[in-house]
């Protein structure tokens, strides 16, 4: 029995006259409808698919996609997350033949379906930037949040397949985050630390995440925040535990629409230095550095580019630039690129430290992202977060200290 | 004895339960190339799901879980069948894109390990 509202169209789809990728589809998120409670389901304006890297799929995964590319078409912007390598130079990055074979097959599948072959996890700064309101289907847990919070769209975190359902369909059943009446800060954050360098956002995303666990904060005592500060924000307090949404007084949209919350978390500057303590591993040798978790903003490779000037990366040190193809085109026309490769740095296109098959490459990481040291940890590496000026000490000298 | 629930994917699947009180995160919890349970200090440790009614309250964990069941039902390692007290996204998406009979909204103290059950559409019949 199925409880939401189908319209009829909906339901020849979900009868199978529309073929077997819109039946599936349907089918996906019929079921999520209905276990979440949702009267019918809305239209998206753009949708963001993960699951990308072949290291997470498999070749169950790979069949899957091939079977939803039979037939499934997208009718909406749908934008693609992360592989697990640089699609143009995967050699580079020391990926092996047999995985890149796989990884096109994947890339094969998602573009048959009419999907943008972006591979970044920042679609909001390559052209899929939704409009404050607009409901969307995006997976990819920093996107949503930023989407969510810093732009005040509207999605629930999806997942590959649902956000794939989504992109089939155009629509997404209207449930949790869509709806106003879930979208209610219920825990205040006060922010009594001074935020000097990028990974002090990851730093208080950490904070925040493990004290609201599953609750919406509305922060307050942020005095400015910018772009690259709240992307970062963003990765680490989802990574960390909150919802995919917060409010931060004076900086987010809808802000201004909300009371205080009655329970009140204090940040001081002790509880961001023991997220520094409690993320950093007492580690000296630094065998790899990665900047772009998220993937790096035009001002970000700047940086990069800025601090690495006639300078040279430590031979013992492999070091990442990971951003989106669109952003190195502009590093590239501005002569970024040409810096950062002749000090022995490498950009890392359309994958990521987080999804990239980096087991047992490496012993040590030192970022500038919260996320990425808690991804790195699963890669069985030690971390270190740190400023942008240290993670550069760190490539050029190969060691932290 | 007869329980009724609610459909999550729809189907037939008959086997012997194996049931635990504690959620499932499929990615990282269970390994989809032998179908055993690897969380560490889970329940169900070492326990193989193959073919089993696998009998739980929730799923957890990371949205890839839903990919990591279809590569269970691809690998044959998947459980015949999922019974749930709350069917969430993870486990809801894994079950349909895989073809796994599942249901939730079911009193899962009422299924111990070892019983036969048979899981029809909206219906779960149980063998002591």
């Given at each position: 029995?199925?409880?939401?509202?189908?319209?009829?169209?909906?339901?020849?789809?979900?009868?199978?006259?529309?073929?077997?990728?819109?039946?599936?589809?349907?089918?996906?998120?019929?079921?999520l409808?209905?276990?979440?409670?949702?009267?019918?389901?809305?239209?998206?304006?753009?949708?963001?698919?993960?699951?990308?890297?072949?290291?997470?799929?498999?070749?169950?995964?790979?069949?899957?996609?091939?079977?939803?590319?039979?037939?499934?078409?997208?009718?909406?912007?749908?934008?693609?997350?992360?592989a697990?390598?640089?699609?143009?130079?995967?050699?580079?990055?020391?990926?092996?033949?047999?995985?890149?074979?796989?990884?096109?097959?994947?890339?094969?599948?998602?573009?048959?379906?009419?999907?943008?072959?972006?591979?970044?996890?920042?679609?909001?700064?390559?052209?899929?930037?939704?409009?404050?309101?607009?409901?969307?289907?995006?997976?990819?847990?920093?996107?949503?949040?930023?989407?969510?919070?810093?732009?005040?769209a509207?999605?629930?975190?999806?997942?590959?397949?649902?956000?794939?359902?989504?992109?089939?369909?155009?629509?997404?059943?209207?449930?949790?985050?869509?709806?106003?009446?879930?979208?209610?800060?219920?825990?205040?954050?006060?922010?009594?630390?001074?935020?000097k360098?990028?990974?002090?956002?990851?730093?208080?995303?950490?904070?925040?995440?493990?004290?609201?666990?599953?609750?919406?904060?509305?922060?307050?005592?942020?005095?400015?925040?910018?772009?690259?500060?709240?992307?970062s924000?963003?990765?680490?307090?989802v990574?960390?535990?909150?919802?995919?949404?917060?409010?931060?007084?004076?900086?987010?949209?809808?802000?201004?629409?909300?009371?205080?919350?009655?329970?009140k978390?204090?940040?001081?500057?002790?509880?961001?230095?023991?997220?520094?303590?409690?993320?950093?591993?007492?580690?000296?040798a630094?065998?790899?550095?990665?900047?772009?978790?998220?993937?790096?903003?035009?001002?970000?490779?700047?940086?990069?580019?800025?601090?690495?000037?006639?300078?040279?990366?430590?031979?013992?040190?492999?070091?990442?630039?990971?951003?989106?193809?669109?952003?190195?085109?502009?590093?590239d026309?501005?002569?970024?690129?040409?810096?950062?490769?002749?000090?022995?740095?490498?950009?890392?296109?359309?994958?990521?430290?987080?999804?990239?098959?980096?087991?047992?490459?490496?012993?040590?990481v030192?970022?500038?992202?919260?996320?990425?040291?808690?991804?790195?940890?699963?890669?069985?590496?030690?971390?270190?977060?740190?400023?942008?000026?240290?993670?550069?000490?760190?490539?050029?000298?190969?060691?932290?200290? | 004895?007869e329980?009724?629930?609610?459909?999550?994917?729809?189907?037939?699947?008959?086997?012997?339960?194996?049931?635990?009180?504690?959620?499932?995160?499929?990615?990282?919890?269970?390994?989809?190339?032998?179908?055993?349970?690897?969380?560490?200090?889970?329940?169900?440790?070492?326990?193989?799901?193959?073919?089993k009614?696998?009998?739980?309250?929730?799923?957890?964990?990371?949205?890839?879980?839903?990919?990591?069941?279809?590569?269970?039902?691809?690998n044959?390692?998947?459980?015949?069948?999922?019974?749930?007290?709350?069917?969430?996204?993870?486990?809801?998406?894994?079950?349909?894109?895989?073809?796994?009979?599942?249901?939730?909204?079911?009193?899962?103290?009422?299924?111990?390990?070892?019983?036969?059950?048979?899981?029809?559409?909206?219906?779960?019949?149980?063998?002591?």
């Amino acid at each position: 029995m199925i409880l939401m509202y189908l319209t009829k169209e909906e339901e020849r789809m979900l009868d199978g006259e529309e073929g077997y990728a819109a039946k599936k589809s349907m089918e996906i998120l019929v079921a999520l409808g209905d276990i979440y409670g949702a009267e019918k389901l809305i239209s998206v304006g753009s949708v963001q698919v993960a699951g990308v890297s072949y290291h997470n799929l498999g070749d169950a995964g790979l069949e899957f996609l091939n079977e939803l590319a039979r037939d499934g078409k997208v009718k909406v912007l749908t934008t693609l997350n992360p592989a697990g390598m640089d699609l143009e130079d995967w050699k580079k990055l020391g990926i092996s033949e047999e995985f890149a074979e796989k990884q096109n097959l994947v890339i094969d599948a998602f573009r048959k379906m009419g999907i943008i072959i972006s591979c970044t996890c920042t679609p909001y700064l390559i052209g899929s930037l939704p409009t404050y309101g607009e409901h969307i289907a995006w997976s990819e847990s920093s996107a949503v949040t930023f989407a969510n919070s810093v732009i005040g769209a509207k999605t629930n975190r999806e997942g590959g397949p649902s956000a794939l359902a989504a992109a089939f369909v155009g629509e997404t059943p209207s449930y949790g985050l869509h709806l106003e009446e879930n979208r209610v800060p219920d825990a205040h954050v006060d922010v009594r630390t001074n935020l000097k360098k990028l990974s002090d956002w990851g730093a208080l995303g950490y904070c925040i995440g493990k004290k609201v666990g599953n609750k919406i904060p509305y922060i307050t005592g942020v005095k400015d925040a910018g772009l690259d500060e709240l992307k970062s924000f963003c990765a680490s307090v989802v990574t960390y535990g909150s919802k995919p949404l917060f409010f931060m007084k004076g900086i987010t949209p809808g802000s201004e629409k909300h009371q205080l919350p009655k329970e009140k978390i204090i940040i001081k500057d002790r509880d961001i230095k023991e997220a520094y303590e409690s993320i950093n591993d007492d580690v000296d040798a630094i065998d790899f550095v990665c900047i772009g978790c998220p993937h790096c903003s035009i001002k970000e490779v700047a940086e990069v580019a800025r601090l690495l000037k006639n300078r040279r990366v430590s031979s013992k040190t492999e070091f990442w630039v990971a951003t989106s193809r669109l952003v190195k085109q502009l590093a590239d026309k501005r002569g970024y690129t040409e810096i950062i490769e002749n000090a022995g740095g490498k950009f890392a296109c359309d994958t990521c430290m987080a999804v990239a098959p980096l087991k047992g490459r490496f012993r040590s990481v030192a970022t500038t992202s919260a996320k990425g040291c808690y991804y790195s940890r699963h890669n069985d590496m030690k971390t270190k977060l740190g400023s942008l000026e240290e993670c550069i000490e760190a490539a050029v000298r190969g060691k932290w200290s | 004895m007869e329980l009724k629930g609610r459909i999550i994917s729809k189907g037939v699947a008959e086997g012997e339960a194996l049931t635990t009180s504690q959620p499932i995160s499929f990615y990282g919890g269970v390994d989809p190339d032998t179908g055993v349970v690897i969380e560490k200090g889970h329940e169900l440790e070492g326990k193989k799901v193959k073919d089993k009614m696998l009998v739980f309250p929730n799923g957890k964990g990371s949205t890839v879980g839903s990919y990591t069941l279809y590569r269970m039902k691809k690998n044959d390692t998947a459980p015949a069948g999922i019974i749930n007290e709350e069917c969430e996204t993870v486990v809801a998406v894994g079950a349909i894109i895989s073809e796994i009979p599942c249901i939730d909204k079911i009193d899962i103290s009422k299924i111990e390990t070892g019983d036969i059950v048979r899981l029809e559409d909206d219906t779960v019949r149980i063998r002591k």
